[in-house]
């Protein structure tokens, strides 16, 4: 079974500042692991995704992930934060096999950015 | 179409009445998912389509969701005997077999009252 935790339901950042968004995975086989952004009633819309490869992966946005096996995370940051950011993040995981990679969501870190 | 589609957008049904809900996936994807996502919640897996076939249901709630594909392109979710439970945002998402990308829709709010 896989599941996903989000630390931290609600983060709030300055404009311009780094925005770190945690998230920490449990799968027993090598997983996918996906970043989606949701703003309000919209669905989800992807930000980046790790499958194989390099670790440190690039989305759109600005925004990057990096995998860490040893840590099993998979945390989201944006060097500078702007106020179009503000939306619900969801960390998902799925397995590599049968399923159509079937995702398994974090329950969401809501982001604020101030002026 | 260029994108998910599904509709309506918004329903309000009464406790005990029947709904269905329509998704429209990305031309040529395979692919069909249906997932629930309750207020302040992550979505959470319902349902798997690869074509027509309903690979994996595991989701389900209970045997009041029922969900189909019949011809592999459109897929629709009924929910019999709707209870105040049911109420939540349904989202479809499409796939194609070599990406493993899934694209939503921007879902369908279900409220019942």
Redo the contacts between chains.
């Keep these: 079974a896989q599941s996903?935790t989000q630390l931290g339901s609600h983060v709030s950042v300055s404009e311009g500042a780094l925005v770190l968004l945690r998230c920490n995975y449990s799968s027993s086989v090598p997983p996918?692991l996906?970043w989606?952004v949701q703003y309000p009633?919209?669905?989800?819309?992807?930000l980046l995704?790790y499958?194989t490869g390099a670790t440190l992966v690039k989305g759109i946005n600005g925004f990057e992930a990096e995998f860490k096996k040893s840590e099993t995370s998979f945390h989201l940051t944006k060097p500078s934060a702007h106020m179009s950011d503000a939306a619900e993040y969801?960390c998902?995981v799925?397995d590599q096999g049968?399923?159509?990679?079937?995702?398994?969501?974090?329950?969401?870190t809501q982001l604020k950015v101030e002026l | 179409g260029a994108g998910v589609s599904q509709s309506p957008r918004y329903k309000v049904a009464k406790r005990g009445q029947d709904v269905a809900l329509r998704c429209d996936p990305i031309s040529g994807h395979v692919s069909l998912f249906w997932y629930q996502q309750a207020l302040g919640q992550g979505p959470e897996f319902l349902t798997y389509f690869q074509n027509e076939a309903q690979l994996d249901k595991s989701g389900l709630p209970s045997d009041r969701f029922f969900a189909e594909r019949p011809e592999g392109s459109v897929s629709t979710l009924k929910i019999q005997r709707t209870q105040q439970e049911d109420s939540a945002v349904y989202l479809c998402a499409s796939s194609s077999p070599r990406n493993t990308e899934a694209f939503f829709g921007q879902g369908t709010r279900l409220t019942v009252v």
């Design positions: 996903v996918y996906f989606y009633n919209q669905g989800l819309q992807l995704k499958t969801f998902a799925s049968g399923g159509g990679n079937k995702l398994t969501f974090g329950t969401g």
